[in-house]
């Protein structure tokens, strides 16, 4: 077990460097120099001059490099020159809005998508999988903001029982921070469920074909017993990788809800800060992202060796 | 012999079970009559389309949803299985009706304990509670004769050998003590000494539990250990049925004694008489001829009396039945063995192959940064030669090195030491992607299951032709033509070159395999198990036209086989393989005569004998193969060896004693002394180690 974590710590420590010097790389590279993406468009040729020399711009890119990598270790992010503060003092609020979303939405898919997958996949052909089939296809190909449009119409327009924006600040029309939520989360968990729903489905399926199944039934156990001490656990391997990569979504890819909702979270500080080339916030936006991904592949990892004695070492 | 005062335990009463499928009732079963006694065994036999499989899932009710019994009766235990509601059905699965089944590591679920899949059945049936169950389970898997059953209670699926499993499999169907156990190809894919421990330890339950079994196999010598009647299989229908002595001495249906003689017997071989086959293959359900299904194929077969009405089942006597209206003008059976003939083998004539001191070592890894610092021997200082248009036949069980050697002979992993030389030419250290043209043309492989080999996209004459191009240069029209003789070569037609894999039969597919890899006119061909998983009739047909191809083209062939039989009848040469050394190497003649290695002379009496005349006690080799991380200093089979003299077997490599002719043994008990051993009878220690 320490060795699992050693290794995956070491890869992590690995991939976050790599990330780092990629995308300090890449806004040091891309069309116009540093010190203009900060001050904009509108700033003076003497200002940007200025700037340059003030931080250093001038000196090779290797050393400015390294003294970004130092400071980082120290707990240093930078300066958000979209925001006016520093780095740490906004990404990590906006990652908290966004964690919050995320765990309400997480909580619902999975018990859901199992829910439904299971039950569509052990009868395959039945009307039960067909609904359901159907239901999650529509639901994965309707694009989030369309749905998120459609929602709103129906239950902020027309019926005007929950409120449009979710932007978690007491509002003049006095919504509480759970009714801000509803439409969010609906969008969220409806989008994603119909993908998850479809992965579970299509590895039940599978699963209710291979023989330890047959073995299951003429031993003479009921379906139902069946479904749940031999099916099930089998289902849930392959689907796991997926159900540990929507955290990875529902972190940094929930950016279209986000702005639907006027949802002040990670995915849309993100936004503003790439179309405001707001480089400290990206880059740590980035590395924040990164971290999130490798993390959940390890949580991935442990759910597969949970679940599947095989791979166990 | 039937009794008639005692009521049968299974009775199908012309049972007629079809399949509804998009393109209509396929009749796989097209009105079956037979019956088990308690306590009887019956075997199954036919080869793959014949509905044995049917017969089996029929019985258990588990025929999927398209199919379906549509008229008669599956009676057991008095009754109607098709009108049991699914409370009574699963009352009675697992509990009175259990399976075995084919594959036993996916038989088994693979995210739970051993003990736990046991101990779920007398919980469910027996309303046993946890320690009751526990106990029940410790007790069967005594009883299969696993090892400390405590531990491998405690153990998944994939942390036991295939015997193992499929003990365990037993053990799970025999733990309620159930009156009929059906047994669907229990041996298949496992090895020849596995496979004599699992018959022997299933003729022993059988006694003990007093359960019916009904055994299905397409290996006639597993049937003869097991059973006490047979039932021959052709097209969904029972041709013949009796008791295995009075139907393999006088078979009373032509289809029988077509099973009969397209088997390699151990004792014949391909200097004696080509292998009989039977030409064509089991017709499709969709479409029953009138008659008699087998005429097509039948050499008995008259126009009329066979062909046009349905034909009644003969009584041949003391409950031996033959559906055929020939079957008492047939003439009396002669079984066809002892056919060996003398090939011609000159000692002066250089090898072709030649293999010397030929190691391969694995350095053992474990994930992405992971070296465990441990090295796999898998092969250790091999010694082998084949001689030009000659056969070169490679036995032992899995585990033993066979097939890491044909991937260093393709080149698919190069050797770590030693000498492989073609014609004289290193061939050994050269990957396959360094091979030049020349070398690739020289050297061709056929594999054991022609349908992971040939692309499905690919149309035969595609598949054929790239050789033709690649190895020989020709050009599109050149190797059109050439593909079209290769076809006749291997006996297909040539609008074959049109057909996708698909569209063809499993034998059909290795002959395209076999003609693929004679497109560059190869020296040597391995084949690695190329019949292993056709039927035998498929099977004959395959092994002649081998032989055949090597009569005309002088090619030599390295055969790779885990079946004695055929390599007896295949081999000019035989190596004994046991964890990646050579035990006993010599002329098939010599090697299948004492004196043995006390390894081939394990695995020669486990192959089963398709003759009940013939079933003598067996060498039962208990264990399994040691690690090859770790080898024994001493002699490598000295962990399981029943002729074990001492601690000299574990201490010191045995020394290799010449006997002749290039025969040689490996073993510390001089060769005169097994000589002795073996012809007197003298039994070897049966399973005599903890």
Known sequence: MLRFFGKHALFMVITLIAVSFIVFMMNEFSPGDVARKELGAYATQ????????????????????????????????????????PVSDIIFNRLGNTAFLAAISFALIVPLSMLLGIVAGMREGSLVDRSITIFATMAASVPEFAMGVFLASIFVVWLKVLPGTATLLPDAAGWSIGAQLVLPVAVIVLYDMGYVVSMIRASMVEVMQRPYIRTAVLKGMSFRRVILRHALRNAMINPVTVIMLQINYLIAGVVVVETVFAYPGFGRMMLEAALFKDIALIEAGALVAVFVCVATQILGDLGYMALDPRIRA | MTDRTVSPLLEFRNARISFMLRVGEANVIPGLSFSINPGEAMGLVGESGCGKSTVALAIMRYLGRAGRVTSGQIMFEGRDIASMSEDELRRIRGKRLAMVYQDPMSSLNPVKTIGSQLMEVPIIHDDADEAKARAMALRMLDEVKLPDAASVMNRYPHQLSGGQQQRVVIAMALITQPSLLVMDEPTTGLDVTVEAAVLDLVRELRQRHNSAILFISHNLGTVVRVCDRIGVMYAGEMVEQGTIREVFANPGHPYTRGLLDCLPTLGRDKHGSPLSTIPGQVGSPLSRPPGCSFAKRCAFAEEGRCTTVPIAIETLGGGHLAQCVRTRELPPYQRREGLSG????????????????????????????????????????????????????????????????????????????????????????????KRPQSLKRKLQMVFQNPDSTLNPSHSVGYVIGRALRRLKGMSRREAENETARLLDVVKLNGDF???????????????????????????????????????????????NLLNELQTERKTTFLFISHDLAVVRYMADHVAVMYLGKVVEFGRAAEVFEPPFHPYTEALLSAAPVPDPTRQGERIILDGALPSATDLPPGCPFSSRCPRKVGAICDTTPPPEQQLGHGHRIACHIPAVELVALQRGGAPAKVAAKA
């Open chain 1, 46 to 85: 003497e200002q940007v001059d200025l700037l340059t020399e003030r931080l250093g711009l001038n000196r090779p890119v290797v050393v400015r490099y390294f003294e970004y990598i130092g400071k980082l270790l120290q707990g240093d992010l930078g300066y958000s020159q979209r925001f006016k503060v």
């Open chain 2, 497 to 543: 070159a049109h057909r996708k894999p698909h569209q063809l039969s499993g034998g059909q597919k290795q002959r395209i395999a076999i003609a693929r890899a004679l497109a560059g006119d190869p020296e040597v061909m391995i084949a690695d198990e190329p019949v292993s998983a056709l039927d035998v009739s498929v099977q004959a047909a395959i092994i």
């Open chain 2, 342 to 433: 003398v090939g011609n083998d000159d000692e002066s004539v250089p090898a072709m192959l030649e293999i010397t001191a030929l190691r391969k070592t694995y350095r053992q890894t474990h994930g992405l940064f992971g070296d465990t610092g441990k090295t796999v021997k898998a092969l250790n200082d091999v010694d082998m030669f084949a001689k030009p248009g000659k056969t070169l036949a490679i036995v032992g069980e899995s585990g033993c090195g066979k097939s890491t050697l044909a991937k260093v002979l393709s080149g698919l992993v190069t050797s770590t030491d030693g000498a492989v030389r073609l014609e004289r030419e290193e061939i050994g250290t050269v990957g396959v992607d």
